[in-house]
């Protein structure tokens, strides 16, 4: 294997695109002349979710369904499930723009998509991707990290635990580019970080502004009692959120299980790539599809 000169690390990677129920890039890294051997990258990712009412369905497939497919909602549920991550996005399926992406990106080789479905199995293929079927007990809607430990770890036993970095999508966001995937495994390189991940900083979504309902049924500060100077959110610390972009990573943080929060897959050593944006990424209804085209018609604009 080669070893990079400028980092101090080898450069095998792995991309995975995760979850499909489940680049504007601020500032680019200089390191581009990158000495590689072989790298890789693997797709993991998405369980078969499908949508199990005919309204949904017709919201975000649009009326040829409604034509098309079953007239009655007992006949839709007995039907074969609708796969989100295959819904039509601007002409294409939605899993394919992150395959794209991750075959765009210049340290990414090989792209693997680990699921349980068969229409994302046949997407993934077309596309030119590597299926990685999940075992049983990682079928249906299962924890994030667990299907990202199991298909890390089958990848590094594919290539002989030759693997340095891990890059991880979702199936559901198509506002990715190979730019961003790189970007993540720069910033690693270029820092004492052994994972990153794609953010947006907190404005008016800052936890100092959110409310919960008391037992009384009334709004209410979220920890109880508001501890903020003033009100002014300039004045608030920074607040981070992952956006639904990539999670990038080095193997061993999958075994190590000490990562920020919820995302315990990532190291404990994280850092954050921000991107300007208002919320995450990912798409859930009729209002994340629309935004979603409007964003590939104008990514330049937006970039």
Request: charged share 25%; hydrophobic share 30%; glycine share 6%.
């Amino acid at each position: 294997m080669v070893v990079n000169h400028s980092y101090p690390r080898h450069t095998r990677h792995l991309g995975c695109i995760l979850n499909a129920s489940e680049s504007d890039i601020a500032i680019l890294n200089e390191h581009h002349d990158i000495l590689r051997d072989e790298p890789y990258a693997i797709v993991c990712d998405g369980c078969q979710n499908s949508y199990k009412s005919m309204e949904t369905a017709t919201e975000l497939l649009g009326e040829s369904y409604q034509n098309e497919g079953p007239t009655h909602e007992s006949e839709f549920e007995n039907s074969r499930p609708i796969t989100e991550n295959c819904l039509d996005i601007e002409g294409r399926p939605m899993l394919e723009y992150p395959i794209q992406a991750s075959q765009d990106a210049d340290l990414v080789d090989e792209v693997f998509v680990s699921t349980d479905g068969d229409d994302i199995s046949r997407v993934a293929k077309n596309a030119g991707a590597t299926v990685l079927r999940r075992p049983e007990h990682l079928s249906g809607d299962i924890s994030h990290g667990d299907v990202i430990k199991n298909s890390i770890q089958t990848v590094k036993e594919q290539f002989n635990n030759m693997l340095d970095i891990a890059v991880i999508l979702l199936g559901d966001s198509v506002m990715i580019d190979g730019q961003l995937i790189d970007l993540t495994i720069e910033t690693i390189q270029s820092t004492n970080a052994d994972s990153a991940m794609t953010t947006w900083r907190a404005e008016d979504d800052h936890p100092q502004r959110a409310m919960k309902i008391n037992d009384n049924g009334y709004l209410t500060h979220y920890d109880g009692e508001y501890n903020a100077k003033n009100t002014n959110r300039q004045n608030y610390d920074d607040v981070y959120y992952y956006d639904n972009g990539p999670w990038a990573l080095e193997p061993q943080c999958v075994e190590d299980r000490n990562g920020p929060g919820a995302w315990w897959w990532m190291g404990e050593k994280c850092v954050p790539v921000e991107r300007e944006w208002v919320t995450g990424r990912d798409i859930h209804d009729h209002f994340d599809v629309a935004f979603q085209e409007f964003y590939i018609k104008n990514r330049n604009m937006l970039q």
